[in-house]
């Protein structure tokens, strides 16, 4: 099982310097790969949760791809209905290629209502427009010349290179949990990317579903890739009071093997509590995923 980090890319901590120690600390750690999240338009919702500033995830990979060498880099999650799908196969496919074949495509719809407001774009309608983007962006990425007409987008005889350089294409890792969202990780993704989840409610209810839909379906179950709140503290906590990831260090790395055993492929650790105060120094955030990665 490969281990993942989550940088934080928002917040006072957010700078080029602090994205560069991000890097080297995941590749001097042998961590597999280094993640990081989207939003455009920061609205009052995204700032309660997400403070400015908030730096392009796309434009921070791309930097990032530059100055390492061997770990991987992606989205957790690109927010699908906020660009256009041309728009996004081509800046994924040109991570992809400048890093090496790197890049892994993590998505989702989203959920802050008031930045699809501000951005124009039906909240309403998201999961349907998640789907027909990733139609099209697969679409670009397998054809030299593209031509899609949909609900929502069309276009016509469009030259897409640079073609991604992994085969057949990016990994796709999808989130959410809703029978929706596992519908969409097997008929779009490669990996089914659930997000601070209880490994108890992944053993008995989400991978089971999964499978439900998968066989529906006809198609093959994706990989599990979760991402998990690593929250250590200095003693345990109650089982039925946590998520995974959070507790002392033996109950994390309980909830390590676990995941391993189910057939995790990666897990991604995410530091961010969800409170703006954690983001103004970043020494916690290390030195937590330091004591995951010491043996011992």
């Not at 789907?131 to 031509?147: G, H, P, R």
Request: hydrophobic content about 40%; some cysteine.
């Amino acid at each position: 099982m490969k281990l993942a980090i989550n940088l934080l890319n928002f917040g006072p901590s957010a700078t080029p310097r602090n994205f560069e120690k991000w890097a080297r600390f995941a590749e001097d750690n042998s961590f597999d790969a280094l993640m990081i999240s989207d939003h455009v338009a920061v609205t009052p919702d995204v700032q309660a949760r997400y403070p400015t500033p908030f730096y392009d995830p796309f434009v921070v990979l791309a930097w990032i791809a530059g100055m390492t060498t061997r770990v991987e880099i992606g989205t957790t999650v690109t927010i699908l209905p906020y660009r256009h799908p041309l728009q996004v196969a081509r800046v994924t496919a040109n991570i992809d290629v400048i890093s090496g074949g790197r890049f892994i495509f993590g998505v989702g719809v989203g959920w802050a209502k008031q930045e699809f407001e501000s951005l124009g774009i039906p909240f309403e309608r998201r999961g349907a427009i998640a789907n027909e983007s990733l139609t099209a962006i697969k679409l670009c990425w397998a054809q030299d010349v593209a031509t899609h007409e949909g609900r929502f987008f069309s276009f016509k005889d469009v030259h897409t290179g640079p073609r991604p350089l992994r085969h057949p294409h990016p990994p796709i890792w999808v989130g959410g949990s809703s029978d929706r969202a596992l519908q969409r990780a097997v008929r779009y993704g490669d990996a089914w990317h659930p997000i601070r989840i209880r490994v108890d409610w992944l053993r008995d209810n989400g991978l089971p579903r999964l499978r439900e839909i998968a066989a529906a379906e006809g198609r093959k179950i994706p990989a599990l890739c979760p991402r998990i709140m690593l929250d250590l503290r200095e003693h345990a906590l109650p089982e039925d009071e946590r998520v995974a990831g959070q507790g002392s260090l033996e109950q994390v790395r309980g909830d390590l093997r676990a995941l391993a055993e189910l057939g995790s492929d990666y897990v991604v650790l995410d530091t961010y509590s969800g409170k703006p105060a954690d983001t103004q120094s970043l020494d916690q955030h290390w030195a937590m995923l330091t004591r995951i990665k010491t043996k011992g």
